[in-house]
């Protein structure tokens, strides 16, 4: 009963919550959107049950208030409307954006309904106001001067830059009359940089300028008529049009992220689908020697700058502070600090701990790269690691209510979790060839990839013992006491004296 209580009396705070500066609109926002083709709109669909949104609703209050305040000082928040709409009561709103899951935020420039923007990244204010800056300017930004370029540099980590020496064609849009140039692949290539900018503004900046005005100072070795860069912190890469393996496209996945990334939920998919062996740091930062962390966190930002040009197209450096995330991709309690190796190609991982105070330095690193078959030895996307996934989750679910609010928990747990253990029992104890296949395409989203066949065959022969662990009942004197998985152990040990010898 007292579980029905709770839930009530949270929606009703929930919908009596009063907005200061974010807008609740119905209906009528489509037909206001198209008719206001000055103003931009954030719109966020939610739903009130949804646990996300609840999280969000603060944030997106401040937010809403922080652009009002700087309207007048900052240009591309100047004719941003901050609105809300309860997608569960207005479900025409909610199929005209297309949503798919809550909260959805959207973006839409200047009246143009059908060309939104989908906000996808981490929900924090700072993150989504970077988002507004980006996707309501231009797609395409020119760089009148040395110093405009200079600020680009400065404001962002990676951006992307068109430089030509056609007659400012990459500021207007041409006309057949270019033809006279004869210069087909070249305004072939500006053709794609500008679709390129129009599809990923919501990932990156994308600037343009003409060679008189950059080349004095920069890029005067590059002679073609139209030559792209990315351009990070410690340098610049070039886009080799003659290379044949690489389009536009992929140069864009390839290099759109800082060389030294922080990874998150936000973004570890983008950094996935480069194919790169990711080297993840993972620390707590508020941990007692917090002195050290960061040094070792520096130490390989250090060495990712410093090897950028012959490492970057296989390899890419990450830090995070996420150690959930890091332990969902093991489906086991990670303890930190610890390097954690990614090769997402084949959705293999490990990670090597750090022992208390052990400095790293780039031979460290340098072994840890030629050595990254002996570590990266567990699969990480297999099916048993599917099936566990919702188990898991459940579990960091179930603990973290019990660490924030002891009392409640408890009777909220209490009877689900006797349903629970009953479907669980028939769950684990009848895994016929029909669940797994339905579990497989449950947990679809997780990978385009399903070729992993055969590491799923050898893992399978360890499936009684992994079940094993979780048939134990899931009732809350369980939880603390969870141990740690003996193999991964032992794994990791062996992983360390090797490091040793
Ligand atoms: C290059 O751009 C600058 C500034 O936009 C302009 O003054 C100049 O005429 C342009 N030069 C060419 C060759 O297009
Ligand atoms: C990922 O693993 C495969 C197979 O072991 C290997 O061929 C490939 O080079 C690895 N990828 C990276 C980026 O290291």
């Excluded at 040395?146 to 006309?175: E, M, N, P, Y």
Aim: charged share 25%; glycine share 2%.
């Amino acid at each position: 009963m007292l579980y029905f209580v709770v839930i009530i009396v949270q929606l009703l705070s929930y919908s009596t919550c009063t907005h200061k500066y974010v807008r609740d609109v119905d209906s009528t926002i489509v037909e206001e959107i198209k008719h206001s083709p000055t103003a931009s709109y954030l719109l966020e669909l939610y739903a009130p049950w949804c646990s996300h949104c609840r999280r969000l609703e603060p944030i997106y209050e401040e937010l809403a208030k922080e652009i009002q305040q700087m309207a007048s000082t900052v240009e591309e928040y100047s004719n941003v409307r901050v609105v809300r709409v309860d997608a569960t009561v207005y479900s025409d709103v909610a199929n005209k954006f297309d949503v798919r899951g809550y909260p959805t935020i959207k973006f839409i420039r200047g009246g143009d309904i059908e060309h939104t923007f989908t906000y996808e990244d981490d929900r924090t204010k700072v993150a989504i106001l970077e988002f507004i800056k980006r996707v309501n300017g231009p797609s395409l930004r020119w760089l009148s001067s040395i110093g405009k370029f200079t600020q680009a540099r400065s404001k962002h980590d990676v951006f992307f830059i068109l430089i030509s020496r056609q007659q400012d064609s990459s500021q207007q849009s041409h006309s057949e009359n270019d033809d006279d140039h004869g210069n087909t692949a070249d305004d072939k290539l500006i053709e794609l940089y500008k679709d390129m900018a129009n599809r990923y503004l919501s990932q990156s900046y994308f600037y343009a300028t003409n060679a008189s005005t950059i080349i004095q100072t920069y890029f005067s070795k590059y002679k073609q008529p139209v030559e792209i860069f990315a351009v990070k912190s410690e340098g610049f890469y070039r886009y080799d049009p003659q290379d044949s393996h690489i389009s536009l496209e992929q140069f864009f996945i390839n290099e759109k992220s800082p060389t030294y990334a922080e990874v998150t939920i936000g973004n570890i998919h983008d950094m996935i689908v480069t194919r790169k062996l990711l080297i993840i740091y993972g620390y707590k930062p508020s941990n007692d020697d917090k002195n050290y962390r960061q040094e070792v966190k520096n130490q390989i930002g250090a060495y990712a700058l410093s090897t950028s040009k012959q490492t970057r197209s296989y390899i890419q450096f990450c830090f995070t502070t996420d150690l959930d995330l890091l332990s969902n991709i093991a489906v086991w309690t990670l303890p930190e600090p610890l390097i954690f190796l990614y090769n997402s190609s084949t959705h293999y991982y490990g990670y090597y701990l750090l022992s208390p105070k052990e400095q790293i330095t780039d031979k460290h690193i340098d072994h840890l790269v030629e050595n990254q078959h002996e570590i990266i030895i567990h699969p990480g996307n297999t099916f048993v690691k599917r099936l566990f996934r919702p188990f898991w989750e459940l579990y960091r679910t179930v603990v973290l209510m019990f660490i924030e609010a002891p009392f409640i928990s408890m009777l909220v747990v209490g009877l689900p979790a006797a349903v629970i253990s009953i479907v669980c029992y028939f769950l684990c104890c009848l895994p016929s060839e029909s669940s797994a296949k339905e579990q497989q395409r449950k947990d679809g989203g997780e990978s385009e990839e399903d070729e992993e066949d055969e590491a799923s065959e050898r893992i399978l022969n360890v499936q009684p013992k992994f079940i094993e662990n979780f048939k134990k009942p899931k009732d809350a004197k369980d939880i603390p006491t969870w141990p740690q998985h003996p193999e991964l152990l032992n794994e990791q040990k062996t992983t360390q004296e090797k490091k040793r010898d």
